[in-house]
């Protein structure tokens, strides 16, 4: 096999978080080719693997990871098919995702500019259904390629059977660790997006007065609005939100609304309420704090977001997580979960 496998390598720069133990191997896999031979290479010397992207959704343990991590560097995007409404796109699953957004508005194809620096790559998208500004990527999303490591085989997976819902899929759940993503096919318009938009994207659109629109005015929108809020995984570690959106039932929301009376909360699947994680946190107390103890605070504008300052270990920010954690449950009953995998 011709692919370089590393050994001992420090997993802190393949988690945006910048923290957690070694990988016992290590792989970067550029074709698709490569992918069979990286997991027959792990079989033969019995022991797990594990493929990552650019690793801004995973908190590795101190521990590490005694098996063979694959990073994905998979490339390559292309139009499918096109005609006077809209184009398909395939998209090979180690591309940048946002460098992916950007090709597709630059083709005047609309569809995916509301996901826009979402960071990451392209085959993770699909794991954890990556979603914001009211768009999620299931809504456009046709088909994944994958490699299956129970047949041993390539193939491909249509969208309605890859168990999406609110960040989550079957390659997250059920299926976690069985499909490797090799590629995704999404279905794009040539419509301009138009309202209603996400209230804070329509209030930016209002307050910088722009009233027509098309994917290259939303995905502009979307970025000047995520980098006004939200660190920079290059700059700052961090693994953006940490905690998911929680849903309540209603009679729960009813008595949170009597108790907290400026609680919002958006109407759900299953006539359950959704509520904004990042309010209960600054409700908690932990707006723009600095926890000397464990290294880690929270970002100033965005207190869903945990930033790794001086962390040491993961088991010191998973300190810190359990304290938000233990506040929010005791004020309002509900249980934060975490957003990031804890891996292995
Ligand atoms: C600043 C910041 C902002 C963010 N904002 C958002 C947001 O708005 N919305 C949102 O949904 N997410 C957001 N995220 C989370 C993150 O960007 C997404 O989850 C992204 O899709 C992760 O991509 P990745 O390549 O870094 O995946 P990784 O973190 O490397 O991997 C994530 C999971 O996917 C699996 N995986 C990765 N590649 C493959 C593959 N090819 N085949 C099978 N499994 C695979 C991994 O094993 C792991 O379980 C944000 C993160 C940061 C740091």
Known sequence: MVVDIKEN???KSYSTMRLGGQARWLAEAYEENDIPNLVEWAKHQNVPFMVIGSGSNIVWRDEGFNGLIIVNKILGKQILSEDEAGATVHIASGEIWDDAVGWTVEKGLSGIEFLSLIPGTAGAAPVQNIGAYGAELSNILTEVGVYDDETNAFGSI???QCGFDYRTSR???????????TNITLKLSKKSPGPPFYDSLKNYLNEHKISEFNSKVIRNAVINIRSSKLPDPAEIANNGSFFTNPFVEQSQFDSLKQKYPEIKGWPAKDGKIKLAAGWLVEQAGFKGVHDDETGISTWPTQALVLVNEHAKTTADLLSFKQKIVDKVREMFGITLEQ?????P
Request: proline share 5%; no cysteine.
């Open 9 to 11: 390598v420090s997993l």
């Open 158 to 160: 249509i969208a309605s």
């Open 171 to 181: 390659f997250k759940q059920a299926d976690k660790g069985r499909f490797i993503i």
């Open 339 to 343: 957003e990031p995998e804890l891996l």
